[in-house]
């Protein structure tokens, strides 16, 4: 065997099998409506867009960047901390660029972890936040978030648990994929209490921070007073501004984590395209009305698709962040696991949704829909599926 023990570690990616079953059914030439991948269908907007094309006609931009990202973007994006959350950063020491945030929370835990090391991470959550600390040789320590406890973190209990040895890191993300859990600034000043009492990094994962509806403003974790003290926050721009594939994204907040991952990035990359850098600078300084249109187009997809699917007999909270709808498998279909339920849905209704058990054991009894489907199509979805709820 060539394999390496990094490699033995790491499971197949789980949300990815569902895809194979789609690309053939539509080389069946079957309509396969796809709320699988959380993916944005809108495009970036004009503006970025024609910022890119300028910038990527000069000869010069077409050179190395720097890993740690231009400086002028490190300052767009503590001027978007300063107008969003009035939160001081230091561009020079406390921000770094990193290729979206994947590549930020895997190489972060890479110039943290060392091997052994525990990280306390939530279960069900965003594969990266899980297998980035297995790659890192970490030893992780899965969080339960169950809807008895409103997909929260309970500190409490991790308090009463005295792990041992002592974790050295906590990865958090509000709010939150795949249970669209959200919390309040208060939440935060809890964390930030814990990880000094019990000396553990946190590590906050803000993705959806503009994803957010009906009058929620989703909070930064750098808001709270010494959270700097404690950990970073990772924002990524892939959501907020329909652009998933340029890999912007930003790791800010400890001056020493942040010096740890741009050492390691230093040896690692190079940065990313500068006409990307400097459109994503025109974006972070701009108007912000695409952000919020951006918002308001998933709010609507969210309403048709809760409202539709509560006509049909299966009713789902509404959500007041993130681009997915957590949905509870229904009752008489609860017993064949989150996996086959998830094919049922594609061979039966022409629906790929994600299978709960894809961000980890905790997510089983679940399904994931990513709104990334219109208006029409999600209708559309909501029929097929209204027939197999019927027919089964």
């Given at each position: 065997m060539i394999d390496s023990n990094r490699i033995k570690r790491l499971p197949p990616y789980s949300l990815g099998k569902i895809k194979g079953i789609m690309s053939e059914q539509r080389a069946k030439g079957i309509d396969v409506i796809d709320f699988g991948m959380g993916n944005p269908d809108k495009p970036t907007p004009a503006y970025i867009v024609d910022k890119l094309c300028e910038v990527a006609r000069d000869p010069k931009a077409h050179r190395y960047s720097v890993s740690k990202g231009m400086l002028n973007l490190r300052k767009a994006m503590a001027h978007r901390y300063k107008e969003d959350f009035n939160v001081d950063l230091d561009p020079e020491s406390e921000i770094i660029a990193t290729i979206g945030a994947k590549e930020g929370i895997s190489h972060l835990a890479m110039a943290m972890i060392d091997e052994g090391d525990v990280v306390l991470v939530p279960n069900p959550t965003y594969p990266i936040h899980l297998y980035s600390v297995v790659i890192a040789g970490g030893n992780l320590v899965s969080i339960p978030l169950t809807k008895e406890n409103g997909f929260k973190v309970d500190l409490e209990k991790i308090r009463k648990n005295n792990f041992w040895p002592k974790p050295k890191m906590m990865v958090l993300s509000y709010p939150q994929n795949p249970t669209t859990a959200s919390v309040d600034l208060k939440y935060f000043e809890d964390v930030v209490a814990f990880a000094k009492e019990n000396d553990i990094l946190i590590v906050h994962d803000l993705a959806y921070k503009d994803l957010v509806f009906d009058g929620y403003k989703a909070p930064s974790f750098l808001q709270?007073?010494?959270?700097?003290?404690?950990?970073?926050?990772?924002?990524?721009?892939?959501?907020?501004?329909?652009?998933?594939?340029?890999?912007?994204?930003?790791?800010?907040?400890?001056?020493?984590?942040?010096?740890?991952?741009?050492?390691?990035?230093?040896?690692?990359?190079?940065?990313?395209?500068?006409?990307?850098?400097?459109?994503?600078?025109?974006?972070?300084?701009?108007?912000?009305?695409?952000?919020?249109?951006?918002?308001?187009?998933?709010?609507?997809?969210?309403?048709?698709?809760?409202?539709?699917?509560?006509?049909?007999?299966?009713?789902?909270?509404?959500?007041?962040?993130?681009?997915?709808?957590?949905?509870?498998?229904?009752?008489?279909?609860?017993?064949?696991?989150?996996?086959?339920?998830?094919?049922?849905?594609?061979?039966?209704?022409?629906?790929?949704?994600?299978?709960?058990?894809?961000?980890?054991?905790?997510?089983?009894?679940?399904?994931?829909?990513?709104?990334?489907?219109?208006?029409?199509?999600?209708?559309?979805?909501?029929?097929?599926?209204?027939?197999?709820?019927?027919?089964?």
């Open positions: 709270v007073k010494g959270a700097k003290d404690v950990g970073v926050e990772l924002f990524s721009m892939s959501k907020s501004y329909n652009m998933p594939g340029w890999r912007v994204a930003f790791c800010m907040g400890n001056k020493e984590m942040i010096a740890n991952l741009a050492k390691l990035k230093s040896y690692m990359d190079y940065g990313m395209f500068i006409p990307i850098q400097v459109a994503a600078i025109t974006a972070l300084r701009g108007p912000q009305d695409c952000v919020k249109e951006i918002a308001e187009t998933y709010r609507k997809r969210r309403d048709v698709l809760v409202d539709g699917l509560a006509k049909v007999g299966w009713t789902i909270p509404k959500p007041n962040s993130t681009m997915f709808i957590w949905a509870e498998i229904p009752e008489k279909f609860k017993a064949m696991g989150s996996q086959a339920f998830a094919q049922k849905l594609l061979l039966e209704a022409d629906t790929v949704v994600s299978a709960g058990v894809g961000f980890g054991e905790y997510g089983e009894g679940y399904v994931r829909f990513a709104l990334i489907e219109n208006e029409d199509r999600t209708r559309q979805a909501i029929r097929n599926i209204k027939k197999l709820l019927e027919n089964s």
